[in-house]
């Protein structure tokens, strides 16, 4: 995950500079952000029931602790940088496993160039796809490479040590993981994938405009270009998207990120009033912060997509060397998983 923007200003410069030139919606969606009252329609999901608390959905269920031995068993590869030897026994793990549960898994290969390195890299988006004849359909994703260097060391000795990043990712791999067991009976009438982005941690250096320097969200970017350019030749559309990313700490809570809030307000609404009906105490609707994410191409690329994150929450081990397994919990995990499936179940 990269980091968060506080002013409008700034985030406006930072898409432009960074992704090239794009429409945001007025900045007034965002601050005008009120809790007691109903977002506005954004288009994403006409006719869909208007009272989500009042639908009944089934409990899915979910082992939190073998989601936790997942996320284990892919912080033991070591480090997974995009194009490295760990990325692909990563890769070789999730693909048999998604492929075991049913999946249809495409591997979305492509290449990109560091401002900083010298050579472009190989890297590969997975989709692992439920109903996959469905035409409208619905998207969980996670990146799932691991930065090159805990940059927010203190100690810039630090930085090249092994840096294994459980929650900065590998939790969201995890946790689809475990999803896996459920998704073939899955009760839905739409199609589900499941989409693991590569290259959002390939950075090497941090210093520059606006504090970028490198480049964030190959995989991200490389996967909206692709949906945008097959636009009038692919059969399948995305209703929704949901990203998750720092959520899987023992107390996270998760406010309503902003820029979440600005491009796809009605699917944060109802997001969040599903975790509210399914009693998950980690989800407060109210004002967060904005953070530059994955689902700001899909966003651009006319998917509505939200950030599940709780940025604040897990500062203290972001890009740290002490992001470990051993900060993460699995009934955490659990209870985001529960809010997932029973949104998922309200999509028609």
């Given at each position: 995950m990269s980091r968060t923007i506080r002013t409008a200003g700034m985030a406006m410069i930072f898409g432009a500079l960074v992704t090239g030139a794009f429409v945001w919606r007025p900045w007034a969606d965002a601050s005008a952000f009120d809790p007691d009252k109903p977002a506005k329609r954004d288009g994403f999901a006409a006719g869909r029931n208007e009272k989500p608390n009042e639908v009944a959905v089934k409990p899915i269920p979910f082992d939190a602790k073998r989601s936790m031995q997942y996320l284990k068993l892919l912080c033991d590869i070591g480090p997974r940088v995009s194009g490295s030897e760990g990325m692909a026994k990563q890769q070789?793990?999730?693909?048999?496993?998604?492929?075991?549960?049913?999946?249809?898994?495409?591997?979305?290969?492509?290449?990109?160039?560091?401002?900083?390195?010298?050579?472009?890299?190989?890297m590969v988006n997975l989709i692992a796809s439920w109903f996959p004849e469905r035409e409208k359909r619905v998207m969980l994703c996670s990146h799932y490479d691991t930065r090159p260097m805990a940059h927010e060391e203190p100690n810039r000795q630090n930085w090249g040590k092994p840096f294994l990043s459980a929650n900065d990712g590998t939790s969201g791999v995890a946790m689809f993981m475990e999803l896996a067991h459920q998704m073939k009976e899955?009760?839905?009438?739409?199609?589900?994938?499941?989409?693991?982005f590569d290259g959002e941690e390939y950075v090497f250096e941090t210093t520059g405009t606006f504090g970028g320097g490198d480049k964030f969200f190959f995989g991200s970017e490389h996967f909206a270009e692709t949906y945008t350019k097959t636009r009038t030749t692919r059969k399948y559309r995305y209703e929704a998207a949901?990203?998750?990313?720092?959520?899987?700490?023992p107390g996270a809570k998760f406010?309503?990120?902003m820029n979440s809030w600005q491009a796809a307000p009605e699917l944060a609404t109802q997001f969040w009033d599903i975790a509210k009906k399914v009693n998950a105490k980690s989800f407060v609707f109210e004002r967060g912060v904005e953070v530059q994410d994955d689902h700001l191409a899909l966003n651009r690329a006319g998917i509505p997509a939200i950030d599940v994150i709780d940025f604040e929450g897990y500062r203290k081990h972001w890009h740290k060397l002490s992001d470990l397994p051993e900060q993460c919990s699995g009934e955490q995990i659990a209870e985001v998983a529960g809010v997932t499936t029973a949104w998922l179940q309200l999509r028609k």
């Open positions: 070789e793990i999730v693909i048999k496993h998604f492929e075991e549960h049913g999946a249809k898994v495409v591997k979305q290969e492509f290449s990109a160039k560091q401002y900083s390195r010298k050579d472009r890299v190989a899955f009760p839905t009438e739409i199609g589900i994938d499941f989409v693991l949901v990203l998750f990313d720092l959520f899987a700490h406010p309503v990120e």
